[in-house]
């Protein structure tokens, strides 16, 4: 069965800092990775996918996530944060397969300081 | 497009009620999917369709809850009776078949039974 582990429930940085969000995944095939954006009282919106091409993916507003075999990750990072990057992020990972759903891990919720 | 619509956006009943949620999809996207949301337990995915067919529905925490889609336009996801524990916010989600895992997610249905 495949699962997503995301590292931190709970994030905080300033405004300008480098953003992290972490995620580890595992699957007994090689999987596709998603990173999802959830704004308050909204449904989630695609940030960004990997698919077995590039192992750098860059999504929208700035965000870019590595796809590291080795360590079975697919973090999530921005060099600077915005306060407008405020909201939860879920990493997600599905199979090639079928109706390809989504796993989701239990989000992490970004908060930006001014 | 207008994107997944779900109705209603907030629901307040009373334990034993009958909820009925709503999701008119994406024209043309083949798959659909409900999701819940809750604090404890993050997303989970209760049941898809593919072209108007139930396929899993494995997920769907016990009789109380049904779905059903009589068109590719509608679909619905009951409880009957409903309980407090049930209480959270509920997600359409709808994609094409060609595309590689990428959901287009409707607002959410919040559910609320006292």
């Known amino acids: 069965a495949q699962s997503v582990t995301q590292l931190g429930s709970h994030v905080s940085v300033s405004e300008g800092a480098l953003v992290l969000l972490r995620c580890n995944y595992s699957s007994s095939v090689p999987p596709y990775l998603f990173w999802y954006v959830q704004y308050p009282n909204q449904g989630l919106q695609l940030l960004l996918k990997?698919?077995?091409?590039?192992?750098l993916v860059k999504g929208i507003n700035g965000f870019e996530a590595e796809f590291k075999k080795s360590e079975t990750s697919f973090h999530l990072t921005k060099p600077s944060a915005h306060m407008s990057d405020a909201a939860e992020y879920f990493c997600?990972?599905?199979?090639?397969?079928?109706?390809?759903?989504?796993?989701f891990g239990q989000g992490t919720r970004l908060t930006i300081n001014p | 497009d207008a994107g997944v619509i779900q109705s209603p956006r907030h629901e307040v009943t009373e334990m034993g009620q009958e909820v009925t949620l709503r999701c008119k999809p994406i024209s043309g996207h083949d798959y659909l999917f409900w999701y819940r949301q809750t604090m404890m337990r993050g997303l989970e995915l209760l049941i898809y369709?593919?072209?108007?067919?139930?396929?899993?529905d494995s997920g769907m925490p016990e009789d109380r809850f049904s779905a059903k889609m009589p068109n590719a336009s509608f679909s619905t996801l009951k409880i009957q009776p409903s309980e407090p524990r049930d209480s959270a916010v509920y997600f359409c989600?709808?994609?094409?078949?060609?595309?590689?895992?990428?959901?287009?997610f409707g607002e959410g249905s919040r559910l609320t039974v006292l």
């Open positions: 989600a709808t994609r094409q078949r060609a595309t590689t895992g990428e959901l287009f």
């Open positions: 369709f593919n072209n108007n067919v139930p396929i899993d």
């Open positions: 990997y698919t077995s091409a590039a192992t």
């Open positions: 997600a990972v599905s199979d090639l397969q079928g109706a390809q759903k989504l796993v």
